[in-house]
Structure formats: C-alpha cells, structure tokens
C-alpha cells in the first residue's frame, strides 16, 4: 500500500479521493456479470446448436450484480461533486477523476439494462461500434476487419506460416510463463503469480498481481510468448504501476476508457515483440466482424454459425459466439468491448507516430504508468512534472531505449504519404 507520509494537503485530497474512486469500484465486475454460466453452453450444445441458447432478462435477474447498483451510482455521485468542491472545476487530475466517476456509473447502468436493448446502446457508449470511424472520411472498425481477413486469406495456405502444435498443458504453461515473467518483475518476489483457473472463457486472463491460465486449455510455446507479453508485460505491468502511485492511486483501475487504451497497447507490443502471428491476428479481426454482424442484426446463431466457417471447433464457436452476445440476448445488440483491441492498436500506433514527428518522445512511456487514457496522455505528462504522478517502474525493453521505436516510426510517418495502390501497379511486373 502506498504510504502517505510526507504528502501536502493538496497532494493529500488528491490522494483520498482518488482512493474513495478505488474503493467504490472494486465490487463493480464487468466480464462476471455478464457472462452466460456453463449450463447455457451445454444446453445449447445439446440440442445441437440449432436453437438459440436460453438467455433472456430473466436469466439475468436470476444472477444478482452483488452490489446495491442505486447507492453505488449514488456513491460515485457523491464523489464527483466532492471533486468539484474540493479542487474546482478546471483542476485537470480533478477532470479525469469526474471523467472517471461518470465512466463507472454508466457501467452500472448497463450492468442494470442486462438483457434489454439499452445494454448494447451503453456499451456502444462506453466502447464504441464497429460502424465507428477512425477519423472523419476513414475506414470504420468494420472496414479494418474485413481489410484485414482478405490479407490474412492471401497468406492462409503457405504452409510455413502454419502454428507449432499444441502440445503444452496449463500446467507447463504456467510453469514456463511463470519463469519468464520472474525474470521480468523479480524472481523470488512474488510480484506476479501464474496459476490454473477453471471458470474463465478465454485461455488466459490477467488479475491486479497474477494470471490465470484456463485449466482445460493447450498451448505452444508462441502462445505463451504471446501471453507474457500481452497479459504480464502489459496488462499486470501497468497495474503494478498504477499501485505503486503514491497520489493518482486511481490509476490502477481502469474504467472503460481506458480499456481501449491497455488493449492496443498490448497488441502494439505483441507486434513490436515478435509475439504476434497471423492465427491470432484472424482472432481480433474475427472477433470485430462477429460484432459488426450482430450490430447488422445477426443473431447468435449467425454469428455461431460464420465462427464454423472460419474453421473453429464447435466449442470454440460457442465461446466465441458468446463473448459477443453475454450481457445482451442472443438476438440482441452485441456486447463491444471487444472492438478494444484492433481500435486500441490504431489509436495507440497513430499516437506514437505523433509523438515521434514532434519529438514528444517523453511522452511515449507513460503509456505505463498505470491504467491510462489515450485523452489524458498531455494532463499525466504535466502531472510528472508536478510531481503527482511518477513515471513507470516496470516498463517493457522496447519502451526503455526508444531508439528502434523512434526509428520505425520515422519511416512510418514517411510511407503513409504514399500510395499503395499505385506501388502495386508499379511492382505488378516485379510481385
């Protein structure tokens, strides 16, 4: 726990309401409360996926959120104004810590609509659409999908492309993740934990100081690699980060904003790492076309049925069917926050970029100082130099020396000026 000995009286309001905002949200869990228990998937199995599964509102009202969800709204309420009261309107930490109360009881609110149609409209909200577009007269989320499936379909045959096997257990995986992250955080230390779970829909998922790798899943040894950079170096490295704030202890959680924020900057970093491939590269992009699906009006069972076509196996079909549709009805609007993390890698690439061509560097790792905002990048830099923020103590090796980033995003901001259509026409004799 951060010590507040030696703090002022502005650092110290600062401090104790920032903690009121971490309190408030630890009972707030988003993925718990929306996803569909197995009873769901083997029913729907069962009866050989030909009929939607059997969640409506009800199904939600029977799965209660655990918290009041009226007193909290009421809280975070309370919270806001005191912000307003205590550090005036204009106050910029005071502006993200509102920012940030709004954020969590729009959340609520669409914990509360679970079921009904304003649930999708909330998270369309709170995480966008996939008929979003990047910049005015840009391509939309929908269009990088299917932009990206027909590159990843010119490639999809070549044989040295294809992934090693599958032959490690959860057990070996977390055995090997673990010893690679000891040497990042400490061996000995008992900074980040790697540990099986049952009960999780993905392979893994990344905790405040741990990883829970899914009992039943397989792996191979680029899985893991991808694991300990997405989930460890970045997922559980910028909350350590944000824990070891002595004031904006709000930075270590992480409202839906900055959600866009951590998950492109883990896929930046899987890219940049070498971590990444084309297998996982055809998950993101099939997980943005299933949403834009369902925003189009397809149901579970289109969406089900377009995760055959891909080549998944029925259960994987099933899963991910289901991350698209848990806290909605299977004929409902769908749930985004998937759309996070192609959206998040251009946002945070076209930042970088910026930053390079104004020679900003300094900005760049603050990327990690905690659970960040993409918005509130030039307020966290002032507030480094006042000292209320301190930079990031774990920080990835790419992030550390600047030297390649800088130097792949001079040639970058070059190459975007030219056209790739006419480079094609001109290599047509050559490619």
């Not at 949403?291 to 009006?297: K, L």
């Amino acid at each position: 726990m951060n010590s507040r000995n030696n703090l002022d009286e502005y650092q110290l309001t600062v401090r104790c309401l920032s903690d009121r905002i971490v309190e408030a949200q630890t009972p707030v869990r988003v993925l718990d409360a929306v996803k569909w228990d197995d009873s769901i998937r083997q029913g729907f199995l069962a009866a050989g996926g030909r009929e939607l599964p059997k969640v409506d509102r009800a199904y939600y009202e029977s799965r209660p959120l655990g918290f009041d969800s009226s007193a909290k709204k009421e809280e975070f309420q309370n919270i806001e104004r005191d912000i307003t009261r205590q550090l005036g309107q204009f106050n910029p930490v005071g502006q993200i810590m509102r920012r940030m109360c709004k954020e969590y009881r729009m959340v609520i609110r669409m914990l509360e609509a679970r079921g009904t149609a304003d649930f999708g409209l909330i998270s369309q909200e709170l995480y966008g659409a996939a008929s979003d577009a990047f910049h005015a007269g840009d391509p939309t989320l929908a269009d990088l999908g299917l932009m990206l499936s027909d590159y990843l379909n010119n490639i999809a045959d070549r044989g040295d492309l294809k992934d090693e096997a599958k032959i490690l257990t959860a057990p070996q995986a977390v055995d090997m993740l673990q010893r690679r992250l000891d040497l990042v955080f400490g061996e000995g230390e008992g900074v980040i934990r790697v540990f099986e779970s049952d009960g999780i829909l993905a392979d893994a998922a990344a905790g405040a100081d741990y990883i829970k790798i899914r009992s039943d899943a397989m792996f191979n040894e680029r899985d893991v690699r991808a694991l300990e950079v997405h989930e460890g170096l970045v997922h559980v490295g910028t909350t350590l980060n944000g824990q070891n704030q002595p004031i904006c202890t709000f930075l270590a959680k992480g409202p839906p904003s900055s959600t866009v924020t951590q998950e492109g900057l883990a896929i930046l970093m899987e890219v940049i790492a070498f971590a990444s491939y084309p297998t996982r590269l055809r998950k993101l992009t099939n997980r943005t076309r299933a949403i834009h699906m369902a925003e189009e009006g397809a149901d579970f069972l289109d969406v089900f049925a377009f995760f055959q076509d891909q080549g998944y196996a029925q259960d994987e079909c099933y899963s991910n069917a289901s991350r698209v549709f848990r806290g909605s009805t299977p004929d409902g609007l769908p749930f985004t926050k998937d759309l996070s993390y192609l959206k998040g890698f251009i946002m945070i690439y076209n930042y970088i970029q910026l930053a390079v061509r104004k020679g900003k560097l300094e900005h760049i790792p603050l990327l990690f100082c905690g659970k960040t905002t993409l918005e509130d990048m030039r307020t966290l830099r002032q507030l480094v130099e006042e000292g209320m923020v301190v930079p990031p103590k774990y920080l990835p090796q790419q992030f550390q020396d600047l030297n390649a980033l800088s130097a792949w995003m001079c040639f970058s901001n070059f190459l975007n000026h030219l056209s790739l259509d006419r480079i094609e026409a001109d290599y047509a004799n050559i490619i």
